[in-house]
């Protein structure tokens, strides 16, 4: 199993640019596909991004490609997730996902483990 805790959210400006953090316990961080989503008040939740548990594949929600860029660091159980030219629309609270498997999926159900989630803001 692993815990995961997300970390970065805050208040940011419309264009300003955020990172967030997902840290992973275990010692098994490395054979995970990690992902993240999104859930805005009165909304589905989102896909937004996932790696591969070797970082070689990514994949990408439509509308935030070319703004959004997920990474990890195995060494620090830790995937990133790099936001810039944020919008009003950004505004959700990020949370990270998790599964023991080597593919990437952009479905929530295909994920097992979550965090808490970190408020994401953007003020326009």
């Known amino acids: 199993q692993v815990q995961l805790e997300e970390s970065g959210g805050g208040l940011v400006q419309a264009g300003g640019s955020l990172r967030l953090s997902c840290t992973a316990s275990?010692?098994?961080?490395?054979?995970?596909?990690m992902a993240w989503f999104r859930q805005a008040p009165e909304k589905e939740r989102e896909f937004l991004a996932a790696v591969s548990w070797n970082g070689d594949t990514k994949i990408y929600g439509d509308f935030v490609k070319g703004r959004f860029t997920i990474s990890r660091d195995n060494a620090k159980n830790t995937v990133y997730l790099q936001m810039n030219s944020l919008k009003p629309e950004d505004t959700a609270i990020y949370y990270c996902a998790a599964d023991r498997t080597v593919l990437v999926f952009s479905t929530s159900a295909q994920y097992g483990y979550w965090g808490r989630g970190t408020r994401v803001t953007v003020s326009s």
């Open positions: 275990g010692r098994t961080f490395g054979t995970y596909a």
